[in-house]
């Protein structure tokens, strides 16, 4: 299994960015994906989750201004990011708990992580 983020970059402060995850492989089911984040001598925080059901947990840092998706379809969800500020400059990690056979034990996978920079 793995997990393909995409769509980070350098913004403005105020500007908007889109995260994509998309998993693959032998999948039989995703039970959540999420994106977490970690900034220079930080610890690595949830930013946001989706489960299965459409259910969502935001930090309270981004309510309001991250939206989590998915698309269960095509084991993808996206972090739709508005009205950045320079704190939310860090590396973004998605994660997604998923089983990869029937009856099978549930499995933490990583994605590589994406650079998001807001500066001016």
């Known amino acids: 299994v793995q997990l393909q983020a995409s769509g980070g970059g350098l913004v403005q402060p105020g500007g908007s960015l889109r995260l994509s995850c998309a998993a693959s492989g032998t999948i039989f089911r995703v039970d959540s994906m999420a994106w977490y984040r970690q900034a220079p001598g930080k610890q690595r925080e949830l930013v946001a989750a989706i489960a299965s059901s459409g259910g969502t947990n935001y930090a309270d840092s981004v309510k309001g201004l991250f939206t989590i998706s998915g698309d269960n379809t095509k084991n993808t969800a996206y972090l739709q990011m508005n009205s950045l500020k320079p704190e939310d400059t860090a590396v973004y990690y998605c994660?997604?708990?998923?089983?990869?056979?029937?009856?099978?034990?549930?499995?933490?996978?990583w994605g590589q992580g994406t650079q998001v920079t807001v500066s001016s």
């Open positions: 994660n997604a708990v998923l089983t990869t056979a029937w009856g099978g034990p549930t499995y933490s996978y």
